[in-house]
């Protein structure tokens, strides 16, 4: 495909490859020279309409680090403070001839959209509540990492899911992937429909953790809600919160994880979020830039593959 705009569209053979090369990039990122030069020559642009800490900093380290020109646009300068659309803004940049376009933006679908106005190759960092598909892969490298499989484990993912984009890549990614999933949540943050995903519903956080392999918590992401009850902090720390007491009905090796940004003492318990034998947080951070280079890396052949093929006239 030319673009990785969810995981919906990815076989799990597909997911698999990508994994396994993303596995090389953590063994060339944990070296001290850490560069290659499989995107020499081509230009990537990161266009972040939201704010973000991990995914954008991950994707400018990732293209950086295979040699790609990588350039940051800033929204917060651009004209799109002036009135400009989103698709205007693309055409202009496409019109520079970039090669990768990362882009993140507050409403669902519109990466999507743009994909199909640029002719470069597209990665969804996260659109409104619809996709994040880096976050779950680079999740699943985790889990993988920590588990040795990707396989037949009860995962629990708890919290705010109705708005959440992470939730919804990873319900789709590890369903493929014939793993048990649990959602666990009030039920005014459970998404319409959610019943016919083949995953079990919990409101009680106790009777869905018990027995499970990983643990995987969530922002309340206020900034995606619309009025609905939402509980106080402190309720919600007390009846969703992970902390020690609720963990401990986990299995006893569950693993815990967050895509971050956290917010401690609401969702999470700092302590666990800080314990190196349960937490794999900072894992996630890692395999987030392993797993865009390897992403980058494979949307690159495709490029040059379609390149190559419309230059001989075979397209
Ligand atoms: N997990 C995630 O997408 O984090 P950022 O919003 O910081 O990129």
């Known amino acids: 495909a030319r673009h990785l705009l969810g995981i919906d569209h990815l076989k799990p053979a597909e997911i698999v490859t990508l994994l396994d ?20 020559g081509l230009t990537q642009i990161n266009m ?23 350039m940051n646009m800033s929204m917060q300068t ?29 409403n669902s679908g519109a990466v999507n959209l743009l994909a199909e106005k640029v002719n470069c190759a597209v990665i969804n960092a996260g659109d409104g509540r619809h996709e994040h598909p880096t976050q779950a892969l680079l999740d699943a490298l985790t889990i ?6 990707l396989q037949r484990l009860t995962i629990a993912i708890c919290g705010d899911i109705a708005h959440s984009r992470v939730a919804r890549s990873n319900l789709i990614l590890l369903g493929k992937m014939e793993n048990r999933i649990r959602l666990i ?3 005014t943050l459970m998404p319409a429909g959610v019943k016919d ?14 027995g499970a392999d990983v643990v995987m918590m969530l922002r309340l992401q206020r900034e995606r809600m619309d009025g609905g009850f939402i509980p106080s902090e402190r309720e919600y720390f ?18 815990v994880m967050h895509p971050g940004p956290m917010n401690r003492g609401v969702e999470i318990d700092g302590t666990i979020a800080d314990d190196i034998n349960r937490s794999v947080i900072q894992d996630q951070v890692e395999m987030g830039v392993a797993v865009r280079m390897a992403a980058l890396d ?8 379609e390149r190559g093929a419309k230059a001989s006239g075979v397209m």
């Not at 939201?50 to 790609?68: I, P, V």
């Not at 993988?144 to 499989?149: D, E, I, S, T, V």
């Not at 995903?197 to 018990?210: A, F, S």
């Open 197 to 210: 995903m083949g995953v079990e519903l919990y409101e009680d956080m106790r009777e869905g953790l018990t």
């Open 238 to 255: 007390h009846r969703w919160g992970l902390d020690a007491e609720k963990l401990a009905l986990a299995a006893p090796d569950a693993i």
């Open 144 to 149: 993988r990492r920590a588990k040795g499989r």
């Open 21 to 40: 090369l993303a596995e090389e990039y953590v063994a060339l990122n944990r070296r001290t020279v850490k560069h290659s030069d499989v995107l020499a």
């Open 185 to 187: 949540g009030p039920s």
């Open 298 to 305: 494979l949307l690159a052949r495709n490029l040059r593959a």
């Open 48 to 70: 972040f309409f939201e704010n973000s800490t991990r995914t954008q900093s991950s994707f400018e380290l990732a293209g950086k680090r295979l040699g790609a020109d990588v």
């Open 78 to 106: 651009s004209s799109v403070k002036k009135g400009e659309t989103l698709i205007d803004t693309a055409l202009t940049l496409n019109a520079m001839q970039p090669d990768l376009l990362v882009v993140r933006h507050p």
